[in-house]
């Protein structure tokens, strides 16, 4: 598996996360959101180049808007 592979699966991870808090908590307005630091040195740990990490970066946020 690639660093590339983890890093969707990681973001995948989050946003199940963010989905079971707000199905059991109900919505608030980060949702997903609070875990960007986390997913940030996250990336920086794996082998990516800057295109890779800027395609998961925008990943991350279009799904964390659609919850």
Do not use: H, V
Request: hydrophobic share 35%; aromatic share 14%; net charge neutral.
């Amino acid at each position: 598996m690639t660093d590339y592979q983890k890093a969707r699966r990681k973001i995948k991870a989050i946003i199940a996360e963010a989905a079971k808090e707000r199905d059991t908590k109900g919505y608030r307005e980060n949702l997903g959101y609070d875990q960007w630091p986390f997913f940030l040195g996250y990336l920086d740990a794996l082998d990516l180049t800057y295109p890779e990490k800027s395609k998961l970066l925008a990943e991350f946020d279009r799904q964390c808007d659609n919850l």
